[in-house]
T-cell receptor, first 117, second 113 residues
Framework: DAGVTQSPTHLIKTRGQHVTLRCSPI?????VSWYQQVLGQGPQFIFQ???????GRGNFPDRFSARQFPNYSSELNVNALLLGDSALYLC????????????????FGQGTRLTVV | GNSVTQMEGPVTLSEEAFLTINCTYT??????LFWYVQYPGEGLQLLLK?????DKGSNKGFEATYRKETTSFHLEKGSVQVSDSAVYFC????????????FGSGTRLLVRP
């Protein structure tokens, strides 16, 4: 079975540009979460989507947005890129019963390395 | 708010040495606790987990026990290998928000032959 897949693997953007990152969850998983991992730090929660609805949002500016599609894949969009947005962006999928069920394992993708110059 | 604190690295050990990486947490309620491992250039892999007090998670020779009285979840391994070299993250997930993981800052482990 395929794991969580993210694309692209690497990306270089210029300050002020917009970027879209993509994630496909494990088959059967309806929950997708996004995390930002700055070099040398632990991942920070950005968003969680379940059944195409936003169920949680971390402490990130409105430049960050996301959506989930009917096939449960997800996109993370970042507008007006800043140098500080350079990070590894991780996507994780869970199988959640009823959206907020028992704690289940989060499966992570390999991440997208975004460099803003 | 909820938070996780883990010991700073890097931790450098010789092969077959005993490993301890300390992790303490602050949380309301009864969180689940996790250890994730990140190998160079890769995403995160779940190493082990514990969902209630006194539970012991174990995998690949690694162990951690959920200690509510000391709010700790220390990672241990009796004999490390070179292949264990990676960054280890302690994390918690609140029962009421199982989708959101809160991570510590990570501890880099380097095992020398």
């Amino acid at each position: 079975d395929a794991g969580v897949t993210q694309s692209p693997t690497h990306l270089i953007k210029t300050r002020g540009q917009h970027v879209t990152l993509r994630c496909s969850p494990i088959s059967g998983h309806k929950s997708v979460s996004w995390y930002q991992q700055v070099l040398g730090q632990g991942p920070q929660f950005i968003f969680q989507y379940y059944e195409k609805e936003e169920r949680g949002r971390g402490n990130f500016p409105d430049r960050f947005s996301a959506r989930q599609f009917p096939n449960y894949s997800s996109e993370l969009n970042v507008n007006a890129l800043l140098l500080g947005d350079s990070a590894l962006y991780l996507c994780a999928s869970n199988f959640l019963l009823g959206g907020l069920g028992e704690n289940t394992e989060a499966f992570f993708g390999q991440g997208t390395r975004l460099t803003v110059v | 708010g909820n938070s996780v604190t883990q010991m700073e690295g890097p931790v450098t050990l010789s092969e077959e040495a005993f490993l301890t990486i300390n992790c303490t947490y602050t949380a309301t309620g009864y969180p689940s606790l996790f250890w994730y491992v990140q190998y160079p250039g890769e995403g995160l892999q779940l190493l082990l987990k514990a969902t209630k007090a006194d539970d012991k998670g174990s995998n690949k020779g690694f162990e951690a026990t959920y200690r509510k009285e000391t709010t700790s979840f220390h990672l241990e391994k009796g004999s490390v290998q070179v292949s264990d070299s990676a960054v280890y993250f302690c994390a918690l997930s609140d029962r009421g928000s199982s989708y959101k993981l809160i991570f510590g800052s990570g501890t880099r482990l380097l095992v020398r032959p």
